[in-house]
Structure formats: C-alpha cells, structure tokens
C-alpha cells in the first residue's frame, strides 16, 4: 500500500494514475476534494482509500507502507496566512518524516523552484546546509518549502535517522493535465487556452527588467509526465536518495510557449503584452532553470519532453477535448 499525500491534486493525482497504469490499486490519497471538482482528478481511478488531512495521524496508525509520496501543500505563492502556511507545508512534512523514519518506510516529498528565490544563487541543487542556508525565498510558500529543506538535511548530515530512503523534489513550472482546479495558479497555457482557441489575443506581461523583451520572461517549463516519471523512478530505485531539481534544464519563453500552443491549433499567433501588476513586481522571477546534473548522475536517464512536443500533446490531447482529465 502506498499513501500519496496531495493525490488529488495536479501533480499528484497524475502520480496516483501512473500508479494504476502501473498495476497498482493499493493507492491511497490524503486529500480534501471541496466544491471546486477536484474529485474529477481521480474519477478515473481505483483507490484502497481517501482520507482527511485531519485523520492521517490516527489512520497512519498501526499501518505498513510500502512509501509516502507527499505532495499535500498549500502551494500558492500569493499565500499570506504564515501560521497556515508553516503549519501544512512544515510542521505537518515534519511529522510524515518522523513517522516514516520510526516505521522505514520510504519517503518522496515536494519542494519546489520558489525555494531559489530570484535566482541570485543559481540553480544548483546542492544538498549541504550550507548552501541551502544562502537561499532567499521570495514568498512564504517558497520559505516554508526551503526550512523543510533545511530540517531534513540538517538531520541527514548530522547522522540523525532516517527513512531507509528519502528525497526532495524541487519542482519547477510542472503544467498538464488536471491542473485545471488550481486557478490562478494554473499554468500560463491552461489558463489562456480559452483565448487562443476563441481567436482571441493572449495576454502576457511586459517585462519591467531592463534587457529582457516584453514576453521573454523564461521558466524552466517541465511537462508533468516528465514529474512523475522521476518519481516512478526513484520508487524503483530505493538506493537513491537525496535532494534534487526536477526541470527540463532549459528555460524558455512565456512567448514560446504560447507561440507553440497557436501552432498546435493551427492558428496566426496573436498577443498582447500587458503591464504587470505593482504588488508583484517587486518579488517576480524573470528566469529559472534547473541544473539537472545531479539527478543524472544518481542515475535518472529518462530525459525530459522539449516545450513544443509537450505543448502539442498537452492540447491536443486533453485542453482541446471535452474530457480534459486523465
């Protein structure tokens, strides 16, 4: 039996599919579904259960895992409630981690890019404290993955136990199907599809940083297949732990992408640049990518989907359909 904390959301519930594609029914998901149709997520799945993150505590009780996949967080970087924030996404990581460890049991867990902050550090995913310690994070969600960070491999360098294997995840811009609940924290392809099929203009921000062009702000845009085959991966490969970046190592464009989702419909390419809101301008990130080296080393050789193939199967596969989900 395997818990995915987060298994209905975006990148879990692509896991919890994976899963199943896999043969496995024993999946259960610690989520709360509420009133936005997160549930279509897994309508297409078999579960052994779906649990409350108030009951996990005394469900986990007594129970053997084969893993813990914890993706469960609040994840939007706009997120103001610290006490909310630091409760979920640290205290409650602290707690899986300790339980995983007394009951070794493997541990797969979600950092996250906003961990760089404004990049000024690079991209490197070196695991020493002491690199993790010159991170600035640029909001609380970001913040609240990084001490996660910390705590664990503080704990791992000072010799402290541990799960028999454990490992952080630093996602980048993951986009892909049944992301759609996520609003605006949806990808810039799903939440503009709308416009580009309608033959509307696309909105992007200008750019407010001198020497970069309006729309040529770049992300390390990873598609979501790519995610859990990581995942899968490091399942199968319980020798492997650590923490790692997971992106493509190529940044590319908003433009780009958006020029790839017109060619994948087939339509002129049409978009407007916008001037970016003043609250966020202060703390927007103009570039990321992911060093990937480290993950290859430890000896990942999946390789990751290039933009336009992915933009490609993404809409046509699933944003130009009825049934978006998978």
Avoid at 164 to 172: D, M, N, R, T
């Amino acid at each position: 039996m395997l818990l995915a904390t987060g298994g209905a959301g975006f990148i879990g519930s692509n896991v919890v599919a994976a899963l199943n594609d896999a043969g496995r029914s024993d999946v259960v998901v610690c989520d709360l579904l509420g009133h936005d149709g997160k549930w279509r997520n897994l309508a297409k799945r078999q579960l052994a259960d779906i649990v409350p993150p108030a009951q996990l505590a005394s469900w986990l009780e007594g129970r053997k895992l084969d893993a813990v996949i914890h993706l469960g967080a609040i994840s939007e970087t706009t997120a103001t409630d610290g006490d909310l924030v630091i409760e979920t996404n640290f205290r409650l990581s602290m707690r899986l981690l300790d339980w995983c460890t007394a009951n070794a049991v493997p541990f797969i867990y979600a950092s996250s890019a906003a961990t760089y902050g404004d990049g000024a550090q690079g991209f490197a995913d070196d695991a020493s404290l002491e690199a993790l310690q010159r991170l600035r994070p640029m909001n609380l969600y970001g913040w609240s993955k990084h001490l996660f960070d910390m705590a664990v491999i503080d704990r791992a360098a000072r010799g402290g136990k541990m799960p028999p294997q454990w490992a952080g995840l630093k996602f980048f811009n993951v986009f892909g199907p049944n992301e759609y609940h996520k609003g605006t924290m949806m990808s810039v392809l799903a939440r503009r599809f709308a416009d580009i099929k309608a033959g509307r203009a696309v909105q992007l921000f200008k750019s407010h940083c001198e020497g970069i062009a309006d729309g040529d702000q770049r992300r390390d845009f990873i598609y979501v297949d790519d995610v859990v085959r990581v995942m899968m991966w490091l399942l199968a490969t319980p020798k492997v732990s650590g923490l790692y970046n997971v992106g493509t190592g190529a940044a590319r464009s908003f433009k780009d992408m958006m020029l790839a989702a017109f060619g994948a419909l087939d339509v002129p390419p049409n978009i407007q640049y916008i001037d970016m809101p003043e609250p966020i301008r202060g703390s927007y990130q103009y570039y990321t990518e992911a060093e990937v080296d480290r993950l290859r080393k430890a000896g990942y050789n999946g390789g990751f989907t290039a933009l336009e193939e992915a933009v490609d199967t993404y809409v046509k596969g699933f944003l130009d359909r009825a049934d978006r989900f998978r």
